[in-house]
């Protein structure tokens, strides 16, 4: 990989309706014993899984930089996330119980929460190893066994998750991996025995998915895309309001579903801000992203690196302002040269009615609008037909707490951006998607409740 970005990594046959097939039913034979065992037996075998994704950090990390391009220094934010999940869920565990309810005359009813059965998991390329933790770790904390197709771009990973899981210790088939593209997802969708689908990705691609869900009745957690403001009002500490906008749009060559691509500046601080925001971006170090001090790898392949560029051109073609980057990238290094990079973009006179600012762009661009008041920038953050989330910066913690109040969006941050504590559920609103992963709500979502209702008497007849 250090030798010669954009060449073939490795070949994988993609899995045809046999290889699904044998996928589900080894999984259903896992299933019936994983579904036995107790929360306590679960949350051990769960936690040794923690445990060697922890010890082998480094090595999962390096693998994940070559899978996806990005640097090694996200790449272990990752991994950490991805240990800490399968922990946080190996704890909730063994603590799932329904409830007792006293009724009339020594009658009472308890409700069960019970495993949903073959989950589905499918995942994006830009967070391969993350997301596929992220979903198995409530799908098999809840009892549930899982096949997983990772993006054809990012296919390597996920198999050392399932590798793990078995020297983890659990029953052979739980956690399958199948590999493909669009055709192996519509056979895992319409599969008899898959009880539920996970899709993190594109909002075409989800509204298909929950098409096919449909014909099956059978329940959906779509993460889908988004085009998130940020809006920053002027009483905001300014040096950590830059740091919050590079984190919310540079993360991962801006291959973030929650990035906050619309960054709303208060016209006071309009300058200012952008100035700085200027000055920081076309400090970020780009190159080989298993060097440790490159903060910004290589987009995911060419054809994603281009449509990035196309959208560039339609800016500037419609108005906007190039004010830093936006070009491609040749690092110094020859052997660098066919990578897929490109300079982060810094975006100036925008406006609302842009395709820069209405339509998710997947790479490092961000797109500066001024506002003047509060209920302004509320309702302009709100004109968009997605909503997974949105940021504020303010040193008013009223003001704050009041505009994340009226934001229309899943996932909100306050003097901070892109952070994702496995403790708190991440999901969208409106096109965004829906259901939610990590926190306790996940739970919901890889469970179904079972009512149990017991007569003490005698049957009442109404015959």
């Not at 009615?353 to 302009?380: H, N, Q, S, W, Y």
């Not at 109040?405 to 994702?420: E, H, Q, R, T």
Request: hydrophobic share 40%.
């Amino acid at each position: 990989f250090k030798t010669c970005p954009g060449r073939v990594l490795c070949k994988l046959p993609c899995s045809g309706e046999k290889e699904v097939d044998l996928a589900v039913q080894s999984a259903k034979a896992a299933f019936k014993i994983w579904s036995q065992m107790s929360g306590m037996e679960r949350c051990r075998v769960m936690l040794e899984a923690a445990r060697i994704i922890r010890e082998q950090r480094e090595e999962i990390a390096t693998m994940e930089t070559i899978n996806n391009g990005k640097s090694i220094f996200e790449a272990r934010v990752d991994i950490d996330i991805s240990w800490q999940c399968l922990e946080y869920y190996a704890g909730l565990a063994g603590s799932l119980a329904g409830e007792h309810i006293q009724l009339p005359g020594g009658s009472f009813g308890y409700t069960r929460r019970e495993p949903l059965g073959v989950c589905v998991g499918i995942g994006a390329w830009n967070y391969p190893f993350q997301i596929a933790c992220w979903k198995s770790g409530p799908a098999l904390a809840c009892g549930n066994a899982m096949v997983f197709k990772p993006s054809p771009f990012t296919p390597i990973s996920v198999v050392r998750l399932a590798e793990i899981f078995t020297e983890a210790g659990v029953p052979k088939g739980l956690f399958n991996v199948v590999q493909g593209g669009a055709a192996t997802g519509q056979l895992l969708c319409q599969h008899p025995d898959v009880a539920k689908i996970s899709f993190t990705g594109s909002v075409p691609t989800g509204m298909k998915i929950m098409e096919m869900a449909a014909k099956g009745i059978k329940p959906v957690t779509l993460e889908l895309g988004g085009k998130s403001p940020l809006i920053i009002f002027s009483d905001a500490d300014l040096e950590n309001a830059v740091k919050g906008a590079l984190m919310a749009n540079f993360l991962t060559q801006g291959e973030v579903c929650c990035n906050g691509t619309r960054v709303f500046v208060e016209r006071k601080i309009l300058d200012t801000f952008t100035k700085e925001v200027v000055k920081r971006t076309q400090k970020i170090k780009i190159g080989d992203p298993l060097l440790e001090d490159t903060r910004m790898g290589a987009l995911i392949n060419r054809p994603h690196l281009n449509r990035v560029q196309g959208f560039i051109k339609q800016a500037k073609e419609q108005g906007a302002e190039v004010l830093c980057g936006g070009d491609l990238y040749v690092p110094d290094d020859p052997k660098l040269k066919n990578g897929y990079y490109m300079r982060p973009c810094v975006l100036g006179n925008c406006k609302d009615d842009m395709t820069c600012v209405k339509e998710e762009i997947f790479g490092p661009v961000m797109a500066i609008l001024p506002f003047d008041t509060e209920e302004e920038a509320v309702e302009r953050a709100n004109a968009t037909k997605f909503g997974l989330a949105g940021g504020v910066f303010t040193r008013d913690i009223q003001k704050a707490h009041r505009v994340v109040a009226a934001l229309k969006a899943g996932m909100c941050f306050i003097n901070n951006y892109n952070v994702s504590p496995v403790e708190l559920p991440f999901g969208g609103y409106k096109s965004s998607g829906f259901g939610r992963e990590n926190g306790r709500a996940a739970i919901e979502y890889y469970s179904q409740l079972k009512t149990v209702c017991v007569e003490m008497g005698d049957v009442e007849s109404v015959f």
